[in-house]
């Protein structure tokens, strides 16, 4: 037997079309979208990965990420990075993206459950358990550093009610909310196959950069499982277009929704790419010429266009929006860093210097007055309260519009004799599109004012964000701050040889 | 670069989480899943539930994070483990290629072999894709992820049945094409079949669990990779042997940490679905309003008037006799190859001696057939 029959012994025919139930009820969802599939027997899983070499090569992998942790662990490695506050990028990465990947484990087995495609079914159901290993290696490493600093020990919590974690958890939840064949091009196609390097390979390089080896390995050891799941992405969707004509203008109208839905998330990403870092190996503006201007929209979607598929909507605005991208959302983040469980920072001479000659004509004209006001006080920018935020990424509503910076790209909708709040043209549309869905989003200032965690606010929200005041704010006046230095002290980090 | 003078650093807590865990397995298990304000609501799911609601299943429970897995299986243990099982498999197989095991079995055997063990690669798929279900629905990481592991688990089995099968295909002719064909029509399998694909139906992941962990998998399991297997021995089939060999040890974590799920389960005191809220600390929640209305206030919906023991004797009662019979199906094919062994005595023996025994422990009511 050749390998591709004896694959398609171990997947597609293993699965049976039952006899004495109907296949409708063994699978109510897969008419509800309107997706046509006429023949899913001829589609082929590209990677062709059998359990045994699954967990063979996963189990080495495992083991080699593992003994990088434990060395990392076991020698302070935390204490040798360039500037600790890297650690407050660190936690947003892991409040934001680690309960994502949990997320996004939930729902590729929604998905593979659903699907009664065998070679995407194997495909979802290795990726299904590839989610629940980024979740687990991701908080095994936060569960070391929580024990020397702030912020991460809540996760539960801070995950279920701080405004910030609404943004990726809005994302997957909008995707375990949608059929299965949507949630598996807003997964599989526009966040793996879109985003996902933009994720992993930037901010794995920013922490080698910056000395924390264990991120580093984290990143690469993550991704390496990512090529399985673009290559699914890929396949999948390929499938849809052309298994029949009628699935073009709905795939369509999800690759639009989802392209803006998957960029707006990773906007806290390029924050971790420009911001964070104290040594910077890439911009945001340059990681995304690369990964997604080149990779994606002047390489596949040419390559789609032979299906009659256009580049998403608002791909353009995005581009437009690389130049600011990063300044936008951070002084969002600063506005309103004593609400958060990772500190801002005020920025050092050797930041604005990067900055300035990284984003020339952007970042002196429109953005540095803004971070120069936090020089003298630094929590001068602080907005109160909790911001008023976009009705479909949930990001505060403070970008600017592209076209004209000194003006917001606030959008309002009517929907219901009620006016709704959208960060930009992209959120607008998603949102016009399914206004009845959007309506339903758990607004985390509405629940507060409404008394939801209490009365005596705001100390009782931070009981329910699960971290205490102190945790916030600024880093470099900050109690891990003075923790850091000491530990530094202690290992003599703090010498220089010349 | 640890010396003697090297201090250890203070750190500012002793446990990573707000919450106690003992071991590794529950700094990275306990409190993954959330439990409140999901955002939206299925677009074709009429019920109008939260994305992790109590009322995908009947069952209730004041804590869904009690649970401990028995083997505390978390990805790198779980993939570390199952990997020396992988080549476990493999090396059986090229030591029996390697030995002529194969080609040399006796011929009656072979047949035996065929009818009865090749179609068990579509069973063990088809509850692999219902336990999927199961990983969505089921409420608190512990419990969806032992499905998690379980229903890989049958995926690999199913692969590991039909290598097997082409194994044999290299020296005895068609096995897979056979094997469906038998799962498909004849007669002594369709019971099994029907009862698989009742489970593909089943909505309830409580039930779900209870319908393949608690009643048909205990039988059919020890009938086929225990008993059915000393047949294989006493024929000199290691390959087979060597496979089951693996597989048993599956099959007995499967049951125990069902066992200890439903066990738990049955002792459970709560009396309304929202109890759990407590445990997490969420007593005070008012429900899950949304600009100004309501989306389905948990206090409105009607609530199971029925405790967890008699749910699970429901099912129990409900599935077990399915299953018994479906397996006992078999016992015409196991005439037909002459095997020297009754399927009524061994599905007899298996009750008493591997099933009964599980319930009592688990503290649930058992009646067997």
């Not at chain 1, 935390?78 to 729902?107: C, M, N, S, T």
């Not at chain 1, 789609?304 to 951070?330: F, N, V």
């Not at chain 2, 992988?86 to 029996?96: G, H, I």
């Not at chain 2, 409900?318 to 299953?323: E, G, L, N, R, V």
């Amino acid at each position: 037997m050749g390998i591709k029959s004896s694959y398609s012994a171990m997947t597609r025919e293993l699965m049976w079309d039952p006899k004495d139930f109907d296949l409708k009820k063994v699978y109510p969802l897969i008419e509800k979208e309107g997706i046509i599939v006429k023949d899913p027997k001829k589609w082929e899983d590209p990677f062709r990965m059998t359990y045994n070499q699954y967990v063979k090569i996963q189990s080495e992998k495992d083991h080699i990420y593992h003994s990088v942790r434990n060395a990392f662990e076991a020698n302070n490695g935390h204490a040798k990075v360039v500037d600790a506050r890297w650690y407050e990028g660190i936690k947003a990465f892991a409040l934001a993206v680690q309960p994502a990947e949990y997320a996004a484990h939930r729902l590729m087995a929604y998905i593979g459950r659903n699907i009664p495609i065998e070679a995407i079914r194997f495909a979802t159901f290795n990726q299904c358990i590839d989610e629940l290993r980024h979740a687990q290696i991701e908080i095994k490493h936060y569960a070391h550093m929580s024990k020397y600093y702030d912020g991460l020990h809540a996760y539960a919590k801070t995950n279920e009610n701080l405004w910030f974690n609404t943004v990726a958890k809005s994302f997957f939840d909008d995707a375990l909310t949608a059929g299965p064949f949507e949630a598996l091009m807003a997964i599989s196609f526009s966040f793996e196959y879109v985003f996902t390097n933009i994720l992993f390979l930037p901010f794995a390089s920013s922490a080698a950069a910056v000395g924390d080896e264990n991120f580093a390995a984290v990143g690469k050891s993550v991704q390496s499982d990512e090529a399985r799941h673009m290559a699914l992405g890929m396949t999948a969707l390929k499938m849809l277009l052309e298994e029949d004509d009628r699935n073009i203008p709905i795939v369509q109208k999800w690759l639009d929704k989802w392209y803006w839905r998957a960029y707006r998330i990773f906007s806290v990403v390029a924050t971790l790419v420009d911001y964070y870092p104290r040594i910077r190996p890439i911009s945001w503006r340059k990681a995304f010429e690369i990964y997604v201007e080149d990779q994606v929209l002047d390489g596949l979607f040419k390559d789609l266009r032979k299906y009659g598929i256009r580049e998403p909507l608002h791909a353009e605005d995005s581009i437009k929006e690389k130049e600011h991208y990063s300044h936008a959302t951070m002084r969002i983040l600063e506005h309103y860093k004593h609400a958060n469980m990772f500190r801002g920072f005020r920025l050092q001479p050797d930041d604005y210097e990067w900055l300035h000659n990284e984003y020339p004509d952007t970042f002196e004209k429109y953005y540095a007055p803004f971070f120069r006001r936090m020089d003298d006080h630094i929590m001068a920018v602080a907005s109160p309260g909790i911001p008023a935020v976009c009705a479909v990424c949930q990001i505060p509503v403070e970008f600017p519009d592209p076209d004209q910076p000194n003006k917001m790209w606030t959008q309002y909708s009517e929907f219901n004799n009620k006016t709704h709040i959208l960060c930009s043209p992209g959120c607008k549309h998603i949102f016009e599109q399914e206004p009845g869905k959007f309506i339903q989003w758990w607004w985390p200032a509405e629940a507060y004012v409404n008394g939801e965690f209490g009365t005596d606010l705001p100390l009782d929200l931070f009981k329910y964000f699960g971290f205490s005041p102190e945790e916030a704010n600024e880093h470099y006046s900050s109690p891990d701050r003075e923790r850091w230095m000491k530990y530094r002290e202690q290992l003599g980090l703090n010498q220089r040889f010349v | 670069m640890s010396g003697p003078q090297r201090e250890m650093l203070e750190p500012i807590r002793k446990q990573p989480w707000d919450w106690k865990t003992k071991n590794e397995y529950e700094e990275v298990t306990v409190r993954q899943q959330p439990y409140l304000h999901g955002h939206y609501r299925h677009i074709f799911d009429e019920r109008d539930y939260d994305i992790f609601d109590p009322r995908y299943t009947r069952l209730k429970s004041s804590d869904w994070e009690a649970f401990r897995d028995p083997k505390k299986y978390w990805y790198t243990t779980y993939t570390s483990d199952r990997k020396k099982m992988a080549e476990q498999v493999e090396n059986n197989f090229s030591q029996a290629e390697e030995f002529h095991v194969i080609e040399h079995l006796d011929p009656s055997w072979v047949e035996a072999a065929r009818t009865i063990y090749t179609p068990l690669r579509h069973l063990e798929y088809g509850e692999s894709v219902q336990l999927q279900h199961v990983i969505r629905y089921a409420l608190g990481t512990s419990i969806e992820q032992c499905s998690t592991f379980q229903s890989f688990d049958k995926t690999g089995r199913a692969q590991w049945i039909t290598q097997w099968a082409m194994n044999m295909e290299a020296h005895h002719g068609d096995f897979l094409g056979f094997g469906k064909e038998i799962f498909m029509s004849q007669p002594a399998f369709q019971a099994l079949r029907s009862y698989v694909e009742e489970v593909l139906v089943t909505d309830d992941w409580g039930e779900v669990l209870v319908a393949l962990n608690l009643t048909l998998d205990p039988l059919l399991g020890n009938l086929i990779y225990r008993d059915f297997n000393r047949l294989a021995l006493k024929h000199g089939d290691t390959h087979l042997a060597g496979l089951n060999y693996a597989i048993i040890k599956q099959m007995d974590w499967h049951a125990d940490w069902a066992f200890a799920l439903f066990g738990l389960l049955a002792e459970e005191r709560a009396t309304s679905r929202w109890d759990y809220l407590k445990s997490l600390g969420y007593e005070d929640w008012p429900g899950d309003y949304r600009w100004g209305m309501t989306l389905s206030d948990p206090r409105n919906t009607p609530e199971e008037p029925m405790h967890n023991r008699e749910i699970i004797n429901e099912w129990v009662g409900k599935w077990y006799p399915k299953a018994y019979h479906a397996v006992s199906q078999l016992s015409s094919l196991f005439e037909r190859h002459n095997l020297q062994l009754n399927v009524q005595e061994a599905l007899q023996a298996i009750q008493k001696e591997r099933i009964e025994p599980k319930y009592k422990n688990a503290g649930i009511a058992f009646q067997g057939v």
